[in-house]
């Protein structure tokens, strides 16, 4: 056996000679000497330098590098490479440089936690399916687990600063409220502004506020287009979209004829009567030739029947007679 290679063989102290009591510290090519982990092959190093590019690849795509168990990556096993170097390092296997790089990476090697609030996550996205909302009470339980205190844990990590970038933009995506003082101020102003619109409604019987429509000094109008583009955008909350629905809003109401059946209301709040003059302006459109046109339908049986009704609440007459 050669022995040029070997330097610096000593036995252990107190221990009689064995091949197992001695430290044998290698040379390697370039003169180094080893710390004991064995060395690894240029080709071991060209396999996890790709992998860790297939890494960085993932995060450039998806913002994060917690890449699922299975995940394959242009045919490479990425998501079972990623977990073999949590395991190396628990294992404390795993060389500094290599670890180094995938903590500047952002790499997090106590995943098993993010599984767990991703799990906890998914479960309070099925709450806000079912309620329209993440506000989820204190105690509640959701599937046997305890969703209630998770929420509120978030809100206190996020309070303290503790909260990861990626899990506080997520639970923003899902509308999560992270002040609930001001959560209920919102809904208290939100419930005024509808029980103006019911207010409105016990008067003029219907829900199609105009949009410049003020009602008690409040801007009713512009509160009730407002819900209308957050119903639209999907972001209303359903328990708000049910009051509404119950009241009688009309969702589409801004189309043509809606919106000049609103400036019409607008009229008859100003003047007391329907009775448009022909070449009427109001905001910009031509009222009068508007509601000429409905007379000129309903005549020729053209008008469909919810707006005959419409107009006929609002008090409209379908025949003007000159004096």
Not at 54 to 78: A, Y
Request: hydrophobic content about 35%.
């Amino acid at each position: 056996m050669a022995t040029k290679n070997i330097k610096n063989v000593q036995p252990a102290p107190d221990k009689q000679l064995s091949c197992s009591h001695y430290v044998i510290r290698v040379k390697g090519p370039s003169g180094e000497v080893s710390n004991g982990k064995a060395p690894q092959s240029n080709s071991q190093n060209r396999i996890w330098d790709e992998n860790f590019e297939l890494l960085m690849q993932f995060k450039t795509k998806n913002g994060h590098c917690d890449v699922p168990r299975w995940h394959i990556e242009q045919g490479k096993s990425l998501g079972v490479w990623v977990r073999n170097q949590k395991t190396k390092k628990r294992k404390n296997m795993l060389e500094q440089r290599r670890e180094d790089l995938l903590e500047q990476a952002g790499f997090e090697w106590n995943n098993i936690y993010d599984t767990s609030w991703d799990a906890m996550f998914a479960l309070l996205l099925q709450f806000k399916t079912k309620n329209g909302h993440c506000n989820v009470p204190r105690r509640r339980v959701e599937q046997g687990k305890s969703l209630g205190v998770w929420v509120n844990n978030q809100r206190a990590k996020k309070q303290k600063n503790m909260l990861k970038q990626r899990r506080e933009d997520l639970l923003e995506q899902a509308g999560f409220e992270w002040n609930l003082k001001k959560q209920a101020d919102n809904d208290k102003k939100w419930g005024a502004m509808f029980a103006l619109l019911l207010q409105f409604k016990t008067k003029n019987g219907h829900c199609n506020v105009s949009r410049n429509h003020v009602e008690q000094g409040k801007h009713l109008g512009y509160w009730v287009s407002n819900q209308r583009i957050k119903k639209r955008k999907a972001i209303l909350e359903q328990r708000r979209v049910d009051l509404l629905e119950q009241a009688g809003l009309e969702w589409k109401m801004y189309n043509d004829w809606e919106a000049m059946f609103a400036l019409l209301l607008e009229f008859k709040r100003n003047n007391g009567h329907c009775n448009v003059l022909q070449y009427h302006i109001e905001q910009g459109k031509r009222l009068g030739y508007w509601v000429n046109n409905q007379r000129f339908k309903k005549s020729k049986a053209t008008l469909e029947q919810r707006r005959v009704d419409l107009l006929e609440q609002t008090g409209f007459e379908w025949r003007i007679y000159k004096k």
